[in-house]
C-alpha cells in the first residue's frame, strides 16, 4: 500500500475521491485515502486504536474542500502526536504536563475585589477538593502571583495517573490542561465530571468576569476562540477512545 505523507499536505489541492480507513497489522485502523495510506511527520502510519476515532478521522479528510487545511483536522493533529511524540518521549510529555499541574490555575487566585475572591472559590475549590479525594493529590492555593512550590507527594501522585494512560489518552489529557492551563480541569473533564464548556468556562473566569465588568477585550475574546477548541477537540478524541470497537 502506497502512502501519502501528512506533512506536505498544508495549502495542497485535493487530490483523492474518498477517505476510509482500513485495519491494521497491529489491530489498530489506518486512515487512508483512496487506498493510499495516510503518514505522520515522522512517517508513521496515522493510525487509531479503535474503528470510532479512525472513522471520525477520515471524516476529517473527507469534509476537506478544493485546499486541504490539516488545522481543520484536530484529531488527526492530535492521534498524529501521540503516535510520533508520545510513544517515544512519553516521560517527557509526562514532565511537561506535571509543569502545568506545578502552575496550575486553579492555585493562583486573586486578592480582589472580593466577588472574584468568592467567585474563584466557588468554582474552582471542589475541583481541588476533587482532586485530593479522587487522586491524594493536594495542591496548595495561594493569592497574587507570587509562585508556590507544590507538595512533591501530590505532584508525585498525579503522575501516577499521567503514567496510566496510554499515548493517545494521554495526549488528549495534555493538550485540554495545556489549553486550560490546569491539569485538574482536564483531568477533572476526562473523568466525567464537567463537560467541555464547563471547563472552558472555568479556565478563563477571571477574564470573563473583567470583560464583564470593563468591556470586551478583542484579543482575549480570539484566544478564548483558541481555549474552547481544543477543548472541544481533546474532549471529542478522548470520548471517541473510550469506545470499543
Not at 37 to 55: I, M
Not at 127 to 153: C, M, S, Y
Not at 170 to 186: C, H, K, R
Request: proline fraction near 4%; charge should be negative.
Amino acid at each position: 500500500m502506497k502512502a501519502f505523507g501528512v506533512s506536505k499536505w498544508s495549502g495542497v489541492k485535493r487530490f483523492y475521491k474518498e477517505a476510509t480507513i482500513s485495519a491494521g497489522s497491529g489491530g489498530e485502523y489506518l486512515v487512508v485515502l483512496d487506498g493510499r495510506s495516510v503518514k505522520t511527520p515522522a512517517g508513521a502510519d496515522l493510525a487509531a486504536p479503535n474503528r470510532f476515532l479512525a472513522e471520525a478521522m477520515a471524516d476529517e479528510w473527507g469534509e476537506q474542500g478544493k485546499i486541504i487545511d490539516p488545522s481543520s483536522m484536530p484529531l488527526c493533529k492530535l492521534s498524529a502526536t501521540a503516535i510520533d511524540r508520545i510513544k517515544k518521549k512519553r516521560i517527557d510529555v509526562i514532565g511537561i504536563t506535571l509543569k502545568i499541574a506545578e502552575t496550575d490555575l486553579l492555585c493562583y487566585r486573586a486578592t480582589e475585589p472580593t466577588d472574584l475572591v468568592e467567585l474563584q472559590n466557588i468554582s474552582w475549590q471542589p475541583e481541588l477538593n476533587w482532586a485530593r479525594e479522587e487522586f491524594a493529590a493536594d495542591l496548595k492555593v495561594t493569592h497574587g502571583i507570587i509562585p508556590i512550590i507544590q507538595p512533591e507527594n501530590s505532584l508525585q501522585a498525579l503522575q501516577k495517573v499521567l503514567l496510566k494512560f496510554d499515548d493517545y489518552t494521554l495526549m488528549g489529557v495534555t493538550n485540554a490542561a495545556a489549553a486550560a492551563g490546569s491539569l485538574v480541569l482536564s483531568l477533572a473533564m476526562f473523568k466525567g465530571r464537567m463537560d467541555p464548556d464547563t471547563m472552558f468556562e472555568k479556565s478563563v473566569l477571571e477574564e470573563i468576569y473583567q470583560m464583564d465588568k470593563w468591556g470586551l477585550d478583542g484579543e482575549a475574546v480570539e484566544r478564548h476562540k483558541i481555549i474552547r477548541r481544543d477543548i472541544q477537540s481533546s474532549a471529542t478524541f478522548l470520548n471517541l477512545l473510550e469506545n470499543k470497537g
